[in-house]
C-alpha cells in the first residue's frame, strides 16, 4: 500500500512537471511566433513618439490591440493610460505587469529608417521628441506578453492586469500624472492588484542579460530650489550690497561637501546635482536674488531625511555669513524604487530558467530614478532590467538613456516578452496560489 501510494506520488508530481513544461513550450512557440509584430509596434511608436500626458495615439493604439484579444479595456486613466484586464475565471492572485508608454523632449541623432521627426510643445517651446529612454520597446514587449498569455489562458488562475502607464518621465509643469497618479485614482486598490512586474530596456546591458537587485534598486529624485537673497547694487560697487552671485557660488561648493564628507558612503550611494542657476539682467547690475535648482538622489529613507536637513543648514549658513539670506525647498519628487526581497527571491529561478542561470546577475543600485516607485511603495513589486545593447558592444561607446544617441537592438524584445510571461505563469500557479 505504501509502495503504491508513494509510486502515485510520483507519477502526479512528474505530470505537473510535463504539464508546466508544456506551458513553458508554448509560450516560447507564441513568442517566436509575435516576435515580428513586436518589432513592428516598436517602429511604429518609436517612429510616432508622444510627449509625457499627450500619449493620445499611443494610449489608441494600445488599447485596441488589446480588444482585439478580447480583454476588457479602460482607458483614460491617469489622464492617458491604458489597463486590460484578462479574467480567467479560476480563483487565484492579481498579477500586474507595467509599461511606460512616454518620450522625451530629445531630437534623434540616430540613422534609421524608423527614427522620429516628429515636433511637439515642452514648456512653451518646440522641441525635437524621441523614444530616448525604450519606452516604446516596453510597450512592444507589454502587448506582446498580452498575446502570448492570452493564448494561454485557459492555463491560468488569476487575473492579469496588462498597465500601460503615462508620464513616467514627469508629467509637464503644473499637470498630475504618472504611476502616482494611477495609485491616487485607485488603480491597485480597484483591482486588488496583488503583485507588479516591470521591466526596463537598457542601452548599456547586452542583448540576452537580466539584471536586478533585491531591496532599493533605483534611487528617490528629489528636487530642491534655493533662493538667495541679497541687495542690489551698481556693478562697480559690490560693497553697497549684498551680491548673491558670489554667495551661491559658496553655496554650489558647500553643498558638494555634503555628500563627499558628511554622508556614509559605505551605507548607500547619494547625490547631489546643480542643474540650474539663473539671476541678473545686466552685466554691470549686481541682482538681488539668484535662484539655484538641482536634484538629490538617495537609496535610503534614513539618508534622504538626513541629507535634506544639511542642505538647508548648509545653503542657510553659507548665506548668512556672507549678510545675505537662503530660502530652501526640497520636494520629494519619485520615492526609492524598491524590489521586495521575498518576492525576488520567489522569482528567482524563473528569470534563471528563462534566461539561463550565466544570464542572470544582481546589479549595483543606481542613482537614476523610475517612477515605478509609486507602486512598489504600496505593494510588493519587482522591477528588473532587460539587456538592450548588441552583443560585443562596449558599454563605453554606446548612446546612454536620455541623448540623441541612444539605440536599442531589436534582437532582446523576445526574451522580454517570455520573461513577463514566465513571471506571470509562475507567480499565479506557483508562488501566489
Not at 538622489?297 to 538626513?306: A, E
Request: neutral net charge.
Amino acid at each position: 500500500m505504501k509502495t503504491h501510494t508513494l509510486l502515485m506520488l510520483m507519477l502526479y508530481g512528474f505530470g505537473l512537471q510535463l504539464s508546466a513544461q508544456t506551458v513553458y513550450d508554448q509560450i516560447d512557440k507564441q513568442a517566436d511566433a509575435v516576435e515580428p509584430k513586436v518589432i513592428a509596434w516598436r517602429r511604429d511608436l518609436h517612429q510616432n513618439p508622444e510627449l509625457s500626458n499627450r500619449e493620445f495615439k499611443t494610449a489608441e493604439k494600445v488599447a485596441a490591440h488589446l480588444r482585439s484579444l478580447g480583454l476588457e479595456v479602460r482607458t483614460g486613466v491617469a489622464k492617458t493610460g491604458v489597463i486590460g484586464i484578462m479574467r480567467t475565471g479560476r480563483p487565484g492572485p492579481v498579477v500586474g505587469l507595467r509599461a511606460d508608454m512616454d518620450a522625451l523632449p530629445v531630437v534623434e541623432r540616430v540613422n534609421l529608417p524608423f527614427a522620429s521627426k516628429v515636433k511637439g510643445e515642452y514648456r512653451g517651446g518646440e522641441v525635437g521628441v524621441m523614444h530616448a529612454c525604450g519606452h516604446d520597446t516596453h510597450v512592444a514587449m507589454l502587448m506582446g506578453a498580452a498575446n502570448v498569455l492570452t493564448g494561454i489562458k485557459n492555463q491560468l488562475a488569476g487575473t492579469i492586469v496588462f498597465i500601460f502607464q503615462p508620464a513616467e518621465e514627469g508629467p509637464p509643469p503644473g499637470e498630475e500624472g504618472g504611476a502616482k497618479l494611477m495609485v491616487d485614482e485607485g488603480l491597485l486598490k480597484d483591482l486588488k492588484i496583488n503583485v507588479i512586474f516591470g521591466q526596463h530596456i537598457s542601452a548599456m546591458t547586452e542583448v540576452g542579460q537580466v539584471t536586478f537587485k533585491p531591496g532599493g534598486q533605483l534611487a528617490a529624485a528629489d528636487r530642491f530650489v534655493i533662493k538667495i537673497k541679497g541687495k542690489q547694487t551698481h556693478g562697480s560697487q559690490p560693497w553697497a550690497g549684498v551680491d548673491p552671485v558670489t554667495v551661491a557660488a559658496q553655496v554650489v561648493l558647500g553643498i558638494q561637501t555634503i555628500v563627499s564628507r558628511q554622508m556614509e558612503l559605505t551605507r548607500e550611494a547619494a547625490v547631489i546635482s546643480v542643474g540650474r542657476i539663473s539671476g541678473g539682467v545686466r552685466n554691470n547690475i549686481i541682482p538681488e536674488e539668484v535662484e539655484l535648482e538641482g536634484t538629490i538622489r538617495t537609496l535610503d529613507v534614513d539618508m534622504q531625511n538626513d541629507l535634506h536637513e544639511r542642505l538647508r543648514r548648509t545653503a542657510t549658513n553659507i548665506a548668512e555669513a556672507s549678510g545675505a539670506s537662503a530660502e530652501v525647498e526640497v520636494v520629494k519628487h519619485v520615492p526609492i524604487t524598491y524590489n521586495n526581497p521575498e518576492l525576488v527571491t520567489k522569482m528567482g529561478p524563473t528569470m534563471k530558467r528563462v534566461c539561463g542561470e550565466d544570464n542572470v546577475s544582481i546589479s549595483r543600485a543606481a542613482t537614476a530614478s523610475e517612477d515605478f516607485a509609486f507602486f512598489a511603495k504600496e505593494i510588493p513589486c519587482f522591477f528588473f532590467s532587460l539587456g538592450g545593447m548588441t552583443k560585443g558592444k562596449d558599454p563605453k561607446t554606446v548612446g546612454p538613456h536620455h541623448t540623441p544617441d541612444f539605440f536599442i537592438d531589436e534582437s532582446g524584445l523576445k526574451l522580454g516578452v517570455r520573461v513577463l510571461s514566465n513571471l506571470v505563469v509562475d507567480y499565479t500557479t506557483k508562488i501566489g496560489k
